[in-house]
């Protein structure tokens, strides 16, 4: 069964930096893709950043320029390195991994910027 942990979440003041880790384990296969999401009370879940298996990745908008998704040096890992955090990146922050035309989700780190 995969099983996706993710780390990093915490308390940082507008301006500051954080960088989330996840782990995809209980799998032989690679994922054609990760990702990280937030969601916010009272809003759907959001796409942040996601790369692909070949390297290409994409950002929200309202992130580009401040984040940085990248693979983490074992396999099934990434990371987002987060830069000039602002208030309204306050969320929890999930890892997505699809692997073998199937997503699976970690259970979500909480970020809070706030001074």
């Known amino acids: 069964q995969v099983r996706l942990v993710e780390s990093g979440g915490g308390l940082v003041q507008p301006g500051g930096s954080l960088r989330l880790s996840c782990a995809a384990s209980?799998?032989?296969?690679?994922?054609?893709?990760m990702g990280w999401y937030r969601q916010s009370p009272g809003k759907e879940r959001e796409l942040v950043a996601r790369?692909?298996?070949?390297?290409?990745?994409a950002y929200r908008y309202s992130v580009k320029g401040r984040f940085t998704i990248s693979y983490g040096n074992a396999k099934n890992t990434v990371n987002l390195q987060m830069n000039s955090l602002k208030p309204e990146d306050t969320a929890v922050y999930y890892c997505n991994a699809n692997i073998q035309n199937s997503d699976h989700w970690g259970q979500g780190t909480q970020v809070t910027v706030s001074s």
């Open positions: 209980g799998t032989v296969f690679s994922a054609t893709a």
């Open positions: 790369i692909t298996d070949g390297g290409s990745t």
